[in-house]
């Protein structure tokens, strides 16, 4: 129950296309959703995030959109270009456990934006 | 802009011995996390501390971790015994204060190398 399912596991892009992570969860008690950045060599990077009590987040390519019904969100990113290239995951957590911080990571997807 | 700084980068050890993974959060954060990620696979959540406490830790995070913040700057995890399944890269995370409105800055990580 404490699993999220990202998918796909990677992922190839057009530069100028768009990308899209998706991802499930079954835990009802998760109230924050992040999705983080990640370049070969570092950590992670929170790149945007969203609570369940809106449908989407948009912050300049970066956008969330929020199923809660379904339980699923998504991270679509517009205009893809090769700088974008990176392993991203997402996440959830729950303000009852953690304090919100305990996060629970997606397996992660590699996207590679192609010129 | 401040950072998280771990060090080593990367650490290589025989199974059975000790290690000591280091890290200086930033300077104003109340909040510190250790997460971990197994080559290929997802970032795992081990243990979170604040006030001198662990507030939280995962099933991952057995009798063989320990965590300390041994001053006013660094805080560590020491795995007293290694295994093999302990190789992994080993991240530090830190907050301001508690809740999903504080998000986690991480740092670049460890990689330890069990032989």
């Known amino acids: 129950q404490q699993q999220v399912k990202q998918s796909p596991q990677s992922l190839i892009v057009q530069k100028g296309g768009i990308s899209i992570i998706n991802c499930a969860y079954e835990?009802?008690?998760?109230?924050?959703f992040p999705w983080y950045q990640q370049f070969p060599g570092k950590g992670p990077a929170l790149l945007i995030a969203?609570?369940?009590?809106?449908s989407e987040k948009k912050e300049g390519r970066f956008t969330i959109s929020f199923n809660k019904s379904a339980k699923q969100f998504s991270l679509h990113i517009m205009d893809s270009q090769p700088g974008d290239s990176a392993t991203y995951f997402c996440a959830a957590s729950s303000i009852l456990t953690g304090g919100g911080n305990k996060l629970t990571f997606g397996t992660g997807t590699q996207l590679k934006v192609e010129l | 802009e401040p950072e998280v700084t771990q060090t080593p980068s990367h650490q290589v050890t025989q199974m059975g011995q000790e290690v000591i993974l280091r890290c200086v959060p930033i300077s104003n954060h109340l909040y510190f996390y250790w997460y971990r990620q197994i080559l290929g696979q997802k970032v795992e959540f081990l243990v979170s501390?604040?006030?001198?406490?662990?507030?939280?830790k995962s099933e991952i995070f057995d009798d063989q971790f320990s965590v300390e913040r041994p001053d006013g700057s660094n805080f560590t995890l020491k795995i007293r015994s290694t295994k093999l399944e302990d190789s992994a890269m080993y991240f530090c995370?830190?907050?301001?204060?508690?809740?999903?409105?504080?998000?986690?800055?991480f740092g670049n990580g460890t990689r330890l190398t069990v032989t």
């Open positions: 995370a830190s907050s301001s204060y508690t809740g999903t409105n504080s998000p986690l800055h």
């Open positions: 969203i609570r369940p009590d809106v």
């Open positions: 835990n009802t008690a998760f109230d924050y």
């Open positions: 501390f604040y006030n001198n406490e662990i507030s939280e």
